[in-house]
């Protein structure tokens, strides 16, 4: 149903469109005392709002033409409507219910798109009259059926390898220009990107989505060019967490057991045990320390705070906890597909409990290389350098999407490999027989970084050079931390037991 060009290699540059990061000079001048000795400077950490701002897209020149009224458009749209609209499709980027993502138009024709999206021109592309006749024609729809087909500041998301097509609606809430610099950056390919030689000096639309709770499922879509199509969606029924009817449990003949094994809350405070028991300490304390927003746009219903017996406050409802759980464990792409198409928030909760409790080893390793002794690093050491949580989204110059987990820890070791061939003329190479797990590639650098502050190099694996994600190193010896890890998520997996 989906007609997307693809092209050969993935995009393994780390830098994001920008022409200077300037650091915030957060680290206090050394004072100097009367014997004109110096004290050491005060230890600061990174802020993680400074990632989550995004601020290499330059949205200073925000335009608001009725941005505040606009972006929750979207509320309006009811379960079992037909909805047109445009549809970006990713690979491997599956956006959920509250995740924001950056994204940057590519193309001559995406740049049209994104600016028919936000009413800053008259719709050309987003035609529904073609899409509306094909409904008819092939009777996709029941007669009488009551189309929507203006709905503004908004596009669906999908992931186009997904066998059942469902996304997720998302909300543009900050967008910008930019001068378009659309070419191929470093040395690797985009297969997520498909350039054209006019949108080089064209404006290039930046904008920050954040998606909502409404899903939908495909229909009939026709392709518009690089990565849109234009469909007709039908928004799928939200069951959010049902609370046990505690009135209801005492007049019929359930026991309590009985109950419980149908009680979110309870399927959700193992998984809390299971996450500590597993070593995912940081992705546990990084739930609890997350405050509980205002949803303006619905995501998760009504709101609860509940003290755990452990003591922590989780200040989220359930159905927020369980779509964070989804975008923030080290999942294959195929499992998200799975929570995303999953009916219900019980069910959800059944696969990530699941997962968690199959889960035998604590490592995460390259997706290409799972059955070789080696290991990247320990589930352990993810930790959060944003405020989305552990994996977080961003987009580089090209428009390819990377949601990436940040890590605290990489095995840079040596191990010994079957090279087959001769040995490859890699500096990281030291003897026959033997070679790092990792490479890097470049010299670190802090133009467009995600990170403000932060020296960026590109790493990848050094048994099937697959790309892996990049190294980031503090440019201030007083930031903390001084040096992390970004992997690309669909780079890496857990290790098969």
């Known amino acids: 149903m989906l007609e997307e060009e693809e092209e050969e290699g993935a995009e393994v540059d780390g830098s994001v469109a920008a022409e200077d990061v300037v650091m915030q000079d957060t680290v206090a001048d050394q004072e100097q005392d009367t014997d004109g000795t110096s004290e050491p400077s005060e230890v600061t950490s990174y802020e993680t709002a400074m990632s989550s701002a995004h601020s290499y897209l330059h949205l200073e020149e925000q335009r608001h033409d ?36 950056p994204f ?32 008819h024609h092939r009777d996709l729809l029941p007669r009488g059926t009551h189309v929507v087909r203006h709905v503004s500041h908004c596009f669906g998301l999908l992931c186009h390898q997904s066998q059942n097509p469902v996304g997720t609606l998302a909300n ?20 997520n990107v498909n350039t054209d030689d006019n949108s080089a000096g064209a404006q290039q639309v930046n904008v920050i989505v954040r998606a909502s709770h409404l899903l939908f499922r495909l229909v009939l879509a026709l392709h518009i060019g690089g990565r849109f199509i234009f469909a007709c969606v039908q928004i799928l029924p939200n069951h ?69 017996k452990d003591g922590p406050v989780l200040n989220m409802s359930v159905e927020n ?30 696969i990530i409990e699941k997962f968690l409790f199959n889960l035998q080893i604590d490592r995460l390793v390259c997706l290409n290389c799972q059955s070789l002794t080696s290991y990247l690093t320990n589930v352990s050491s993810i930790f959060s350098m944003s405020e989305e949580g552990v994996c977080a989204a961003y987009v580089n110059p090209g428009g390819y999407v ?22 490859h003329p890699d500096s990281s190479t030291s003897a026959a027989g033997k070679r790092c797990i990792v490479a890097y590639h470049g010299e670190p650098t802090t133009k467009d970084s995600w990170f403000p502050g932060f020296a960026w190099t590109i790493l990848s694996c050094n048994i099937c050079f697959n790309h892996l994600g990049w190294k980031f190193e503090a440019t201030s010896p007083n ?17 098969r037991g």
Not at 251 to 267: G, H, I, Q
Not at 479 to 495: A, D, M, N, T, Y
């Open 321 to 350: 906890a369980v779509w964070w759980l989804s975008s923030n464990l080290p999942l294959p792409t195929k499992d998200k597909i799975d929570l995303l198409t999953s009916p219900s928030c019980f069910r959800r909760l059944g």
């Open 104 to 135: 940057t138009s590519s193309t001559t024709i995406e740049h049209k798109v994104m600016k028919e999206i936000l009413g800053w021109e008259e719709k050309e592309t987003l035609r529904p009259r073609r899409i509306i006749d094909l409904l």
């Open 479 to 495: 930031l903390h931390p001084q040096k992390f890890w970004g992997l690309r998520r669909e780079g890496v997996s857990i290790k």
């Open 66 to 101: 009725d941005l505040k009224d606009a972006v929750f458009s979207s509320r309006q749209l009811k379960t079992g409507q037909y909805v047109l609209l445009p549809v970006l499709a990713l690979r491997d980027v599956v956006l959920f219910p509250g995740d924001q993502m």
């Open 240 to 308: 959010p967490y049902v609370q046990r009817p505690l009135q209801t449990k005492n007049v019929t003949r359930l026991p309590e057991f009985a109950w419980k094994m149908f009680d979110s809350k309870v399927k959700l405070k193992k998984i809390y045990s299971l996450l500590k028991k597993k070593g995912m300490e940081e992705i546990y304390h990084s739930m609890i320390r997350r405050k509980g927003e205002e949803d303006d746009e619905g995501v998760g219903g009504n709101s609860s705070i509940e003290r755990n």
């Open 172 to 191: 543009v809430y900050s967008s910008g220009l930019a001068q378009s610099s659309t070419q191929n950056v470093g040395d690797g390919e985009d297969d």
């Open 402 to 423: 990377h949601q990436i987990l940040t890590v605290k820890f990489l095995n840079e070791e040596e191990i010994a490999v079957d090279l087959g061939e001769p040995g």
